[in-house]
């Protein structure tokens, strides 16, 4: 006889057996002790948590000679023919080779007919989805009244892709994945039965990669035991599942974060050589990384982390001595490269680029300190002081333990004696004008700009490219630049009532303002001209402009962009 391999071995045949879905046997359980069994039921979950299995043992309990029974005896004719795929009245279909609408009217035909040996007669479709629709619409009437000696079972991984109308007809239940506590359990009550030795850690390795799925890290189980034929240590699970050990990502992020390159790429290499694959370690990376923020975020990491308990300390360990602003940005750059790595033809180039950026990584400034920084520059200005730039980084790199020959990002230098602000230049001029002269014309302006400054510090920006171009007893000309919005914010009517005021306490009488506008540069009216080609386009494409032309059966013959421009404003 064939090798018999776990997952059939050891599969469960009462609810009692069944792993991590209490939630479902526990109401299957109450549903057959009470008579109220649905006719039609649908299991939906992740491959490998028990929906077929639990479909058999529901039949089994339908159909036990000592029953209908929440624990069938697993003896009589109709148990054991279940469970061995034999039995005459309960029928495992796959849905995705009977899918036609011909093999469902079959089946249609053939619920009249009584079971020849159970209490019901029980069909039990697997991946019911890859049904079409017209299989679908061929089963609704039956599945909606069925015979009353006729049972459903359905099973499937993704429950979207069946019509709304067969849903509405189900009881629906919705399986879990199994946790790594309760799949790594398991797994050492087999290997015990089988008295077969394999590490702790190894059977939460397994556990892990499976993700929550029972059959799969059974069949992984099953090639530890053919490899090992015995006993088998962690290094060899390690290696037979192309795993990577949690020792070997804690020295890529404690690498990352001291800014080690040459130690990155030396670890890299170490298990390329190995044969691991690129892809799986930067997956492994990730969730790494992203196990590192929550133990620097959480207080109850145990429960977001699935890992054990010394590892999630060791986690602790490591995340106290980087900044959580620092983690984020290391998890954030290896999430964003996970396309790049899995589409890459060379997985290691891409793994090298993506571990020299975590290297190169510089530390985010927090919110707290650009609070503070903030607040100290306010303090600086309100003293008048000139400001100086501090350098964000420097606010972590006491904190990081960097690498000797890691590069060092320089600091920004000291501008203090890069000149005085122009808003304190220009106050500087206005001691220089003779209140009752004309002055010179640039000494006006910057005793202008230095009032404007006060009285009306939103104008001021507006003006600061314009100048005085003439300058009499009676008129000032300005000549503003050409932006429209500079000449509509200086054109408004506060704005010419701030200046004629500052102006005359300026110059100690009332003189008359005139507005010219600074001819456009070159590279200004290119970019004026593309704008109004880009109007011109708009208005001749505007539905309005085109139900006008069909009504009145005419054509465009131009289009005028008009600039805004206001008229010169008298005293």
């Not at 003896?75 to 061995?84: A, F, H």
């Not at 010394?310 to 940005?329: C, G, K, M, S, Y």
């Not at 139900?547 to 131009?558: E, H, N, P, R």
């Amino acid at each position: 006889m064939s090798y018999l391999v776990l997952a059939r071995k050891y599969r469960p045949q009462t609810f009692a057996e069944v792993i991590g879905q209490e939630h479902v046997t526990r109401t299957l359980t109450n549903a057959v002790s009470s008579n109220r069994v649905a006719h039609a039921i649908l299991f939906s979950g992740p491959r490998g948590t028990g929906k077929t299995t639990i479909a058999r043992i529901l039949a089994k309990a339908m159909n036990c000679r000592q029953g209908p029974t929440p624990v069938p005896c697993n003896q009589c004719p109709s148990c054991t023919g279940i469970t061995s795929g034999h039995s005459a009245d309960v029928f495992e279909i796959d849905g995705a080779s009977n899918n036609s609408v011909d093999q469902v009217r079959e089946l249609r035909d053939n619920v009249k007919y009584m079971p020849s040996q159970s209490f019901h007669k029980i069909y039990i479709i697997d991946e019911v989805h890859m049904l079409s629709i017209a299989a679908f619409n061929a089963l609704l009437k039956t599945l909606e009244e069925p015979p009353s000696h006729v049972l459903f079972f359905f099973a499937t991984t993704e429950p979207h892709k069946i019509p709304i109308t067969i849903l509405s007809r189900c009881q629906k239940y919705d399986l879990r994945r199994i946790s790594t506590a309760a799949v790594a359990a398991h797994l050492e009550a087999l290997c015990a039965a089988e008295s077969i030795g394999i590490p702790g850690e190894s059977l939460q390795l397994i556990a892990r990669e499976t993700g929550g799925s029972m059959r799969d890290a059974l069949s992984l189980l099953d090639q530890v035991m053919a490899c090992t034929q015995g006993d088998a240590t962690h290094a060899q699970v390690l290696e037979i599942l192309g795993a990577f050990d949690t020792s070997d990502l804690f020295a890529f992020s404690e690498a990352a974060v001291r800014g080690d390159v040459p130690g990155l790429l030396s670890l890299l290499d170490r298990l390329y050589e190995n044969g691991r694959d690129m892809k799986k370690l930067h997956g492994d990376l990730t969730v790494h990384f992203r196990n590192l923020v929550v133990a620097k975020r959480t207080k109850n990491a145990e429960k977001l982390i699935d890992l054990p308990q010394p590892a999630v300390e060791e986690l602790r360990t490591q995340a106290a001595e980087v900044p959580a602003a620092h983690l984020d940005q290391m998890l954030d750059l290896v999430a964003r490269e996970e396309t790049a790595v899995r589409l890459s033809p060379h997985p290691r180039l891409a793994m090298e680029m993506v571990l020299i950026r975590l290297a190169r990584l510089q530390p985010a400034l927090s919110i707290d300190a650009l609070i503070e920084h903030l607040d100290l520059l306010r303090q600086d200005v309100a003293k008048g002081a000139s400001v100086q730039l501090r350098e964000p980084a420097a606010h972590y790199e006491k904190q990081l333990p960097r690498d000797a020959n890691a590069p060092v990002r320089p600091s920004v230098p000291d501008r203090q004696d890069q000149g005085a602000p122009p808003v304190a230049a220009a106050s500087a001029c206005v001691g220089a004008v003779h209140r009752n002269g004309d002055g010179d014309p640039q000494s006006v302006w910057a005793s202008v700009l230095a009032r404007i400054a006060d009285t009306c510090p939103s104008l001021a920006p507006n003006l600061s490219k314009s100048a005085i171009v003439r300058l009499t007893e009676k008129t000032v000309d300005i000549e503003v630049n050409g932006n429209s919005f500079n000449l509509s914010r200086v054109r408004s009517k506060k704005s010419m009532e701030n200046l004629d005021q500052v102006f005359q306490e300026v110059l100690g009488r009332s003189v008359r303002i005139r507005l010219i506008e600074k001819p456009l540069a070159c590279e200004d009216r290119c970019a004026f001209r593309e704008k109004e080609d880009q109007v011109r386009a708009e208005a001749i494409g505007h539905p309005l402009v085109a139900d006008c032309i069909d009504v009145l059966q005419g054509k465009v013959v131009d289009v005028k962009v008009l600039r805004p421009d206001a008229p010169e404003r008298e005293e």
